[in-house]
């Protein structure tokens, strides 16, 4: 099994930022009953204002494999696509368990 972790800072103002994330979250946790590797999706909205960045999820498939099949899904590249212009910078881990 592979989970793969990844974290967003977005830009903006709060709100716009606030708006964008949920946006993003709600897309995403559509994406296990559309994309067949996928076997779990969480995601969150970080509530710390003293911290930088502003979404995290972790999904988790079953191959290193599978984490090229939902990257490439469509309907992962239309949740991604909400993240335009307002992404400033992304981290990622991926690590098999």
Same mark, same amino acid.
Not at 21 to 33: G, K
Not at 47 to 64: G, Y
């Given at each position: ?28 946790? %559509?994406?296990? *009953?559309k994309?067949?590797? +996928?076997q779990?999706?969480?995601? /969150? ?5 003293? #911290? ?15 984490v ?6 469509? %309907?992962?590249? *239309?949740?991604?696509?909400? +993240?335009?212009?307002?992404?400033? /910078? ?5 690590? #098999?368990?």
């Open positions: 099994m592979v989970k793969h972790i990844v974290m967003f800072k977005l830009t903006g103002t709060a709100d716009e930022r606030r708006a964008v994330a949920e946006a993003f979250r709600d897309a995403l946790m %559509a994406l296990p *009953a994309i067949e590797p +996928l779990s999706m969480e995601v /969150a909205i970080n509530e710390n204002p003293a #911290e930088d960045w502003d979404v995290v999820l972790t999904a988790v498939v079953p191959t290193m494999a599978d090229d099949v939902y990257a490439k899904h469509p %309907a992962h590249v *239309a949740a991604a696509g909400l +993240l335009k212009g307002h992404r400033e /910078a992304r981290a990622c881990v991926d690590y #098999e368990f």
